[in-house]
């Protein structure tokens, strides 16, 4: 599955938001992506993609595009 | 009055992420201009954030006999009208599109509230997020030996630059401006969160030297690789607001001794005001997982189920506390508010706790049934009440553990197990992740109709 996908996929369980949210989902903006839900969601990526997040990118990851382009920097291909 | 601002001149009392320093002079002509408008003895609803309209209205308020209800500028609006026709406000002070505006207070009768208690200084929410409009009424003096009790054991003086990290309707979060305006020292004003880099961005510029945390935010901070950050300026660290796991308390204790930094777990309620006890952060190493001693001018003392004092160590036994920050009461209607002191310095803290050997108290157990969710305080029956209210024909039952509430209901057709999740999450207005459906085949019940939690 291309990581774009994915990624939408944890997006909806780990935030609990409709499908066609995810796109536009924003930090603080989307009702359940607070503090609390950024560390759900944090972890939910980590776990599905078998990364580790640097704690910058965890404080930068403010977005579903912002976070795209944040996995890319990491070595999914790989995987 | 509760606090002398005039005392510190020009010293900076306050510093927000927009850049703006106010001194202590300019914190009294604001709060003085502020109080101005309102006349002595008003009841005003306060719509707070961590900025600076909030804080100078709060300081206003105290500073000039007039009694303000803390509550947080996100609150439900169906919640806020509840607070609203309950307690009758004179104003209310909320953000509006361009900045603070001060209402007048929307009447529902032609009545007001009564006359306000001499000694009423401030009005707090117990489990507001479940929509209970019980209120803990705290006095002048409840504040004064409370914020007096904290500087001692802190050691807080002007040098100490506390980052808000806590809201200020939550009687912690309070607690810390508290004490800090007290001593004249800088507070850094902040919405931002831990998880986002503007917050550490402007703590390091203004070398902030100290935060609160509740259970959450440490293990939040954990996630963030916190011990891997240089913060040279730091050098101490608060928790409370509940239990913090054992494992963590280990690790943010090692973390301060190797940096040369404090980590104080503390203890408390909004009805003791604020704080009961803290862990000299000397002794947080080798008392782990303990709450720590009585903080000065407070006394403890366990009590067993037959009332009787318990003078051995390591039994159990309800924490009874007391002291001059034992607050009022509490409010449940307007006519409440004229109220005097009911507990005359006792408060029976419905947590069971024990204490070892050396003196050191451990929390052990809750008796009446209610989490604190991220610090939040959340009444397991009255969460029932809620989905039973909402959904119709649902049986359910709440329970779990702290940060974690299961909710077991009944599965039928007609409701899902996430439109109760969603639902329990908008109404607490906290985050669906710390609510766990659990389908059931029944609620197990007594033949009184009562719940069995423990068969659950």
């Known amino acids: ?79 | 009055m509760i606090w002398n601002l005039d005392k510190f001149e020009c010293a900076p009392a306050v510093v927000t992420d927009e850049g703006r320093l106010v001194d202590y002079t300019e914190l009294r002509c604001l709060c003085d201009e502020w109080a101005a408008k309102v006349p002595t003895r008003s009841l005003v609803f306060l719509l707070v954030g961590n900025n600076l309209d909030s804080l100078v209205a709060y300081v206003a308020c105290l500073n000039h006999g007039i009694v303000p209800l803390m509550l947080d500028a996100k609150i439900d609006g169906q919640l806020l009208q509840r607070f609203i026709e309950v307690y009758r406000p004179d104003f209310i002070w909320r953000p509006g599109e361009n900045g603070y505006v001060l209402e007048k207070g929307l009447r529902t009768s032609d009545l007001g509230h009564p006359e306000l208690f001499k000694d009423l200084a401030l009005l707090l929410t117990t489990s507001g997020s479940t929509g209970s409009p019980k209120l803990v009424r705290q006095s002048y003096e409840n504040i004064k030996a409370n914020t007096q009790s904290i500087v001692e054991y802190l050691k807080l003086t002007s040098t100490e630059r506390p980052i808000t990290t806590l809201p200020m309707n939550y009687t912690y979060g309070l607690s810390i401006i508290n004490s800090h305006l007290a001593v004249g020292a800088t507070i850094l004003l902040t919405e931002k969160s831990i998880m986002q880099r503007e917050f550490w961005n402007f703590f390091t510029e203004q070398g902030a030297t100290s935060f609160g945390g509740v259970p959450y935010t440490y293990e939040m901070l954990d996630k963030l690789m916190f011990f891997r950050r240089k913060l040279p300026s730091l050098r101490t660290m608060t928790q409370a607001g509940g239990k913090i796991l054992p494992t963590l308390h280990q690790k943010f204790a090692e973390y301060a001794q190797r940096e040369g930094k404090n980590f104080v777990v503390m203890y408390g309620q909004c009805e003791a005001t604020a704080r009961m006890s803290y862990l000299p952060p000397e002794r947080a190493l080798d008392k782990v997982g303990s709450m720590g001693v009585v903080i000065p001018g407070g006394k403890f003392s366990l009590i067993d189920a037959d009332g009787s004092v318990i003078n051995e160590p390591d039994v159990t036994g309800e924490l009874v506390y007391e002291g001059a920050n034992v607050t009022l009461g509490y409010a449940e209607c307007a006519d409440d508010l004229s109220k005097g002191d009911e507990r005359h310095g006792r408060l029976e803290t419905g947590d069971m706790a024990k204490r070892d050997a050396d003196g050191f108290y451990y929390i052990a157990g809750r008796k009446k049934r209610f989490l604190k969710i991220f610090g939040n305080r959340v009444n397991l029956d009255e969460t029932e009440r809620l989905i039973k209210g909402a959904f119709p024909g649902l049986d359910c039952a709440c329970g779990g553990v702290d940060d974690k509430m299961k909710i077991f209901i009944v599965v039928d057709e007609n409701h899902g197990m996430e439109s109760v999740r969603d639902f329990v999450a908008e109404k607490t207005h906290l985050n669906f992740t710390a609510f766990e459906i659990v389908p059931v085949a029944l609620i197990p019940k007594n033949a009184s109709g009562k719940t069995l939690y423990s068969e659950l």
Do not use: C
């Not at chain 1, 780990?14 to 989902?25: H, K």
């Not at chain 1, 924003?26 to 980590?46: C, P």
């Not at chain 1, 997040?53 to 912002?66: A, Q």
């Open chain 1, 1 to 79: 599955m291309a990581n774009k996908e994915k990624l939408a996929e944890v997006f909806v369980s780990a935030l609990g938001i409709p499908p066609e949210e995810v796109e536009a989902a924003e930090f603080k903006a989307t009702r359940q992506w607070d503090s609390v839900g950024h560390v759900n969601l944090m972890n939910a990526i980590e776990e599905s993609f078998d990364i580790s997040l640097e704690p910058d990118d965890i404080m930068d990851f403010k977005s579903f595009k912002v976070g795209l382009e944040i996995l890319g920097r990491y070595d999914l291909e790989s995987r």
